[in-house]
């Protein structure tokens, strides 16, 4: 137990370290091509435990050939692994996740939805802010409100962003948007 405890400190002193870096600019990306198929299978793939110990569902969906982005593999990963995450804290009775990739225009979207109870509406606007968290959030006491903030700072350093849509009691919904290299552009319909 002490060993656990112990680890759990040790990871939240990392994260509140690497939201200081992000926040002055210190902390660096790599830049360099990234499947985002990988990235979601990787986030998916570290989330599997849980989601088995919580039995819930994850359905994943990534759109055929999808082109490369610049960025950070491991940064993006752990961005969508904390909108999983986040998810399966407080995605309700449904216990089911969806998880997809498809491109939209000049961007890549990676979309993640609950059927949890939602956020209320005066939340929405703080939800991204560090340290913030809801209002009777069972979780409280065991994270520092950290993740969707780590999630805004990563999908910014690669050029994109990151929006909350929920109504409540009728699920969540958050989309990390990542712009696709300029030869990428070409506009489709999707």
């Known amino acids: 137990h002490i060993a656990t405890e112990t680890a759990r400190l040790s990871q939240l002193v990392e994260r509140l370290l690497d939201v200081r870096r992000m926040e002055e600019g210190k902390r660096l990306f790599a830049d360099e091509p990234v499947d985002i198929e990988d990235v979601v299978h990787a986030a998916a793939q570290s989330q599997v435990g849980w989601l088995k110990e919580q039995n819930i569902s994850l359905n994943v969906h990534v759109e055929p050939a999808l082109p490369k982005i610049q960025g950070d593999r491991e940064a993006l990963v752990t961005a969508v692994?904390?909108?999983?995450?986040?998810?399966?804290?407080?995605?309700?009775?449904?216990?089911?996740?969806?998880?997809?990739?498809?491109?939209?225009?000049a961007?890549?979207?990676?979309?993640?939805?609950?059927?949890?109870?939602?956020?209320?509406?005066?939340?929405?606007?703080?939800?991204?802010e560090s340290f913030y968290q809801l209002e009777g959030d069972r979780r409280r006491r065991a994270g520092l409100g950290l993740g969707l903030t780590f999630v805004r700072q990563i999908a910014e350093a690669h050029g994109g962003s990151v929006t909350a849509a929920s109504q409540e009691g009728h699920g969540s919904e958050f989309t990390l948007r990542l712009p696709l290299p300029p030869q990428d552009e070409r506009s489709t319909d999707a």
């Open 107 to 128: 961007e890549l979207r990676v979309v993640v939805s609950d059927e949890g109870p939602g956020i209320p509406q005066r939340a929405l606007r703080r939800i991204f």
């Open 81 to 105: 692994a904390n909108l999983l995450e986040n998810a399966i804290w407080h995605g309700g009775a449904d216990k089911t996740i969806r998880l997809q990739a498809l491109r939209e225009r």
